[in-house]
């Protein structure tokens, strides 16, 4: 896209008038006939408020347009918005296309009214199954189609949910159909996505085109997420609960929103390891000990959710989660077992209960649908084999291709195959008409500039419960795809996503402040859980590695090459020169220790086949950041994407010593950066704690290292040298002794001084703090172990002489650190030896 | 064989483990099912060590699961059920009587009964008992034209019984069907979750049933405390009820076999099941004795 922009702002563009400019976009749009197109009526002519939107976009000239995208795309990578596919290791940036589907006011309202009625009557649906079970005994829904569900969860039957509500939050895949009205291609009942990409498209789309939102009076979304975040407490037992966003994890293709939402929300995220069932309560395990969870916003299915009375093989869940719902002290959004009106097999009965719940019928439909369990549904299934859809009763989707069995004209022996399934286990599939979907703008590039053309598209909305009654997004999650042939149900390659603006008719205000009560102020974001603690001191240890082999490396490549300091030879065997090399090598830096200069540099910066390279520690800095996403802020995030791209050489392409020193620099000026928005925009709440902690315990040991190696009693003035520009000493040591560097000096300067940040005595005194700021687990006043150990690390620093610290009292140093290390590790972190891991007891028939 | 038998039963379950276990979560489902042809004259569990919490639920299925924690750290976990059960069931039909299969079939789909007891529950896969296209068709031949459901389901429990080897060694408690299947042998386990994934295939429901089954010691040798173990085969609804089959002996069943649970397969009935917190390695020891109130039986089963 850069490529383009450049190409586009070189060609002079002709002065053209808005409305010709529009014409010529929309020149070429051509609905695919038979199918429904957001832009263009059957009658041909453009509808709804396209025609507004078209001639707002108008006003700004394609150079424009073309830089508004690039500045979205720039956004979405800088802040690391972005998705997995399902089964793919990889992150690809967030897929957004710059144009939003708009949709009328007076439209929307209808469309709502019809989305409420759904949310309602699946919430009657699930009340009735679970508990007295009328639509089953009346005939208006066939036992077999419940009982086919794996969603109908039986140690949840005549569980009522507190506060009495199964669905907190619904969704629909809508898409039109080929009678040009709104249908439902799915409900989503199970744990709804999208909901936070839809936030993220509003804030990009928002900063892209911000006078647009502002004069098409597109609807604010603030005022639905309050409601959600209300709604997500409504029936729990204490009057200020603890909520927890329960995720699969970092792998999760959904994890990026699933943090996203948590920070904005402000929900604590959690994987199941975090959450443990006691005295029939549900609890977080945080760095103070187990603390009460009293909602939980699951991301997970509920199937997963406790491995004891439901999926055995889960890792995701909560041993025994179930008891908490059973006596009320927890609130599930949604209620586990919610996913089973996803099924397809309800469609044919849906308005037959609408019917008898609400005595009127369905307002929002789906496309036909026969389950074959009926007898005349088999009938018709087999009798239009053809021109029918067939998939699996059970499954929801219910969008273009996916998951269908049979669809359209296939091979004989395929045919055969499914013929005989229905012949053996009918009532395991439905048949659907089969209708493509429907389409709205999208942009094309071509030679010629821009232009409009239609592409497939599906559109998530959600519904919240709120006391007074569901509430609808005014906005939603749409689908986009690029070709013909990807279904946009999922996201893939192929697929953009898109905004969806509801025009008001009046300006929208501003949202309000203070529409709810106002909350009770506090100045600490509430317990840490004791996994992100562990992340965030990892998150400190990588950094401060990473900055520890970017210091030996420049070191090395002064020593090489200008020789700054009178006393540091240029030659390449010299003691500190050897001792650099033998150092890199031991910390996997390098292949080998004899590396010429300019190679052994770009190795150990960049290389991505080791593992104890620069960039490797950034790699893993950055992975446990990942995890970390709801609790770093946006501009920790971009520099640390900054400080990959530093890092990242390319291995074809030899680079000169001046070239791979000046990179190394930037990357050090990056993670100053890191290390002052940690200072200046963290809380110093728990997490600053052992971000900070990581850090000086992997200094103190770095340093102890580097001693080892440079200030040993057989130190040469060069390694002295080296040992301070390590330690980024110079300049103090400079100011205070005029002759060269000698050796204790240098150590006490780099050992034992309180007042230089770099000595192991700064960091020693930099634990001690961090840990008293810790909670303590017993009230008794005596220390913990590790407590004692950094008071003892710290007596000998302060107590010693420079003269003392040889190699023997050196190893023990570090020795002593890295036991620090382990003991905080066992004391706060969920993967101590200590920690509490669930197992299965083996089995026997 | 006299009408009516009554038999003791001891169940004890010992688990051995390597470090300490500060808590556990399980499940017990070890109380003889109470109705259809049996009477529970008394059942009693002992825990060691004593649980910290225990609830009984009657779960869905009609199943009396017994749920506790441990809080007490402990490296023996053992459980013993004892219990006195009266067996008094009718004797089975002949095999080829009955309504025919499919007729079963369409009036368990058009049914109007989602209660716990009701057999559409029985119809679909469950976490153990996959429906593999390999399985059915192996089932297909029994399932003739109007041949009477009991009677398909006779058959089949018939060629499972030739077909498949009892070989203890073949298969553990987590081998799947498709393995064991491909295997042709297995414990009774792997001969019921065979059979269930037949029948369902075919559309007939069909339920794991965990209980024990009367053994006779070798003749002239007195019988060995602990020598008899847990035992599952299968139940087929036949329209008007359910009617059980042992595959693994090529039997239906009667006074012989005594039934704890009925569930959709092993993982609804486990006699024990559940989560302990770092226990390193874990042995397990299971001794069962089913001891008639007579020793008058001459049919020699394998368990």
């Known amino acids: ?845 | 064989m006299a009408a009516g038998m009554i038999y003791t039963l001891r169940h004890r379950t010992t688990y051995r483990y390597g470090r300490p276990v500060r808590f556990a979560r399980c499940t017990l489902r070890l109380k003889p099912q109470d109705g259809e042809g049996q009477s529970v004259l008394a059942s009693a569990v002992t825990i060691d060590p004593s649980p910290a919490t225990a609830v009984t639920r009657h779960d869905y299925f009609g199943i009396d699961a017994l749920a506790i924690t441990l809080e007490t750290p402990h490296t023996v976990f053992s459980v013993e059920a004892l219990s006195t059960v009266r067996v008094e069931r009718a004797a089975p039909p002949p095999p080829e009587s009955g309504t025919a299969w499919e007729r079963v079939r369409d009036a368990v789909v058009a049914g109007c009964d989602l209660g716990g007891r009701a057999p559409v529950h029985f119809l679909f896969p469950s976490g153990r008992v996959p429906l593999l296209p390999e399985v059915t068709a192996y089932a297909r031949p029994s399932f003739s034209a109007g041949r009477s459901a009991y009677g398909a389901a006779h058959d089949l429990m018939l060629r499972i019984g030739r077909d498949f080897r009892f070989d203890a060694r073949a298969t553990n408690v987590y081998t799947p069907l498709s393995e064991s299947f491909a295997l042709r042998a297995g414990v009774c386990q792997d001969f019921a979750h065979v059979m269930i994934a037949g029948l369902r295939g075919m559309g007939l429901p069909a339920a794991y049933v965990s209980g024990y089954l009367r053994t006779v010691p070798p003749p002239g040798r007195p019988r060995l405390r602990g020598a008899d173990a847990s035992h599952a085969w299968v139940a087929v609804w036949c329209g008007a009820g359910w009617l059980g089959l042992d595959p693994t002996n090529g039997v239906p069943v009667r006074d012989d076999h005594i039934v704890v649970a009925r569930g959709r397969d092993y993982g609804d009935v486990a006699p024990l099941d559940g989560i302990v917190s770092g226990s390193g390695k874990q042995r397990l020891k299971v001794e069962v004795d089913v001891i008639p109130d007579t020793e008058t039986q001459d049919l020699a089963l394998v368990g």
């Open chain 1, 1 to 845: 896209m850069e490529a383009a922009l450049a190409e586009s702002l070189a060609r002079a563009e002709p002065a053209e008038d808005p409305l010709a400019r529009v014409a010529r976009w929309a020149a070429g749009y051509r609905p695919v006939p038979g199918r429904p197109d957001e832009f263009l009526g059957p009658d041909g002519q453009p509808r709804g408020a396209w025609p507004r939107l078209l001639d707002r976009l108008g006003g700004l000239t394609e150079t424009e347009i073309l830089a508004r995208f690039v500045a979205a795309e720039r956004h979405i990578r800088d802040a690391g918005i972005s998705f997995r596919i399902a089964g793919d290791q990889r992150e690809h940036p967030w897929p957004l296309g710059c144009l939003p589907l708009v949709i009328e006011g007076a439209e929307w309202a209808s469309l709502s009214a019809g989305i409420v009625q759904r949310a309602e009557l699946m919430e009657a649906i699930l009340a009735d199954v679970y508990g007295d079970g009328r639509l089953v005994e009346e005939g208006l829904l066939p036992a077999a189609i419940v009982a086919g569900t794996p969603e109908f969860l039986h140690p949840l039957h005549r569980v009522m949910p507190p506060g009495g509500h199964y669905l907190k939050l619904y969704a629909a895949d809508l898409g039109r159909g080929p009678d040009g009205r709104w249908q439902v291609l799915a409900d989503r009942t199970q744990a709804p996505s999208g909901l936070g990409w839809a936030l993220e498209n509003r804030m990009v789309l928002a900063r892209t085109f911000p006078d647009l939102v502002q004069d098409l009076h597109v609807e604010r979304l603030p005022a639905f997420f309050q409601a959600f975040r209300d709604g997500l407490t409504l029936g729990a037992e204490r009057i200020d609960p603890r909520i927890c966003l329960l995720t699969s994890g970092p792998y999760s293709s959904t994890y990026v929103e699933q943090a996203a939402l948590a920070r904005y929300l402000g929900l604590m995220l959690v994987e199941g390891d975090d959450l443990v069932m006691q005295d029939g309560r549900l609890h977080v395990r945080t760095v103070s000990g187990l603390k009460r969870a009293d909602a939980v916003w699951r991301r997970i299915d509920s199937d997963f959710l406790d491995p004891l009375e439901l999926n055995p093989a889960s890792r995701l869940g909560v041993p025994g989660i179930l008891e908490a719902l059973r006596n009320g002290s927890l609130v599930v959004t949604n209620m586990p077992g919610s996913g089973l009106v996803e099924s397809a097999a309800l469609a044919p009965y849906l308005d037959g209960i609408a019917r008898r719940i609400f005595g009127e019928p369905l307002r929002l439909g789906h496309p036909r649908t026969w389950w074959c369990g009926d007898l005349e549904g088999l009938a018709h299934a087999q009798a239009n084999l053809d021109s029918l859809t067939l998939r699996p009763a059970a499954t929801p989707q219910r969008g273009a291709g996916r998951d269908a069995i049979l669809a359209g004209p296939v091979l004989a022996a395929e045919r055969e195959r499914v013929v005989a399934a229905l012949r053996d286990r009918p009532f395991d599939y439905v048949a659907q008409e089969a209708a493509p979907l429907s389409t709205m703008p999208g942009w094309e590039r071509g030679p010629d500039g821009l232009s409009l053309a239609p592409r497939p598209f599906v559109v998530r909305v959600f519904a919240t419960r709120t006391p007074l009654g569901w509430q609808v997004m005014p906005g939603g999650f749409c689908r986009v795809a690029e070709r013909e042939d990807v279904d946009p149900i999922e996201l893939r390659l192929g697929i953009r996503s898109a905004d969806v603006w509801v025009l008001s008719e009046k300006p929208v205000a501003a949202p309000a402040i203070g529409l709810h009560a106002a909350p009770r102020v506090r100045r600490v974001g509430g317990h840490l859980p004791a996994r992100a603690a562990d992340g965030l001191f990892w998150l400190g240890r990588y950094l401060e590695r990473a900055e520890a082999v970017i210091r030996l490396v420049l070191a090395h490549l002064r020593s090489v090459g200008d020789a700054v300091g009178a006393d540091i030879s240029g030659a390449l065997d010299t003691p500190a020169a050897l001792a650099l090399r033998a150092l890199l090598y031991e910390w996997a830096t390098i292949g080998a220790a004899d590396l010429p200069t300019a190679r052994l540099a770009q190795e150990a910066l960049a290389g991505r086949e080791r593992p104890g390279s620069a960039w490797a520690h950034v790699e893993s800095a950055r992975r446990n950041a990942a995890a970390l996403r709801a609790r770093l802020s946006g501009e920790a995030w971009r520099v640390l994407a900054d400080l990959g791209e530093s890092l990242s050489l390319d291995t074809g392409w030899a680079l000169a010593e001046s070239q791979l020193a000046g990179r190394a620099e930037r990357a050090l000026s990056q993670l100053a950066a890191l290390s002052g928005l940690t200072h200046e925009n963290m809380s110093r709440a728990e997490g600053w704690h052992f971000v900070e902690l990581g850090r000086r315990i992997e200094r103190a040991v770095n340093t102890c290292t580097f001693a080892l190696a440079f200030a040993n009693d057989e130190a040469t003035p060069g390694c002295l040298g080296v040992m301070l520009s390590l330690c980024d000493s110079q300049i103090s040591y400079g100011r205070r002794y005029l002759q060269g560097a000698a050796l204790d000096p240098v150590r006490d300067l780099v050992l034992l001084d309180p007042y230089n940040p770099r000595s192991i005595a700064f960091q020693a005194e930099a634990i001690t703090r961090h840990l008293a700021d810790l909670p303590a687990l017993a009230a008794d006043g005596i220390p913990e172990p590790h407590v004692r150990l950094a008071t003892r690390i710290l007596a000998e620093l302060r107590s010693g002489k420079a003269a003392d610290f040889d190699a023997v009292r050196l190893t023990a140093l570090e020795t002593d650190l890295e036991r620090l290390a382990d003991g905080i590790a066992a004391r706060y972190f969920p993967t101590g030896p200590n920690a509490l891991r669930p197992e299965k007891l083996t089995g026997l028939a």
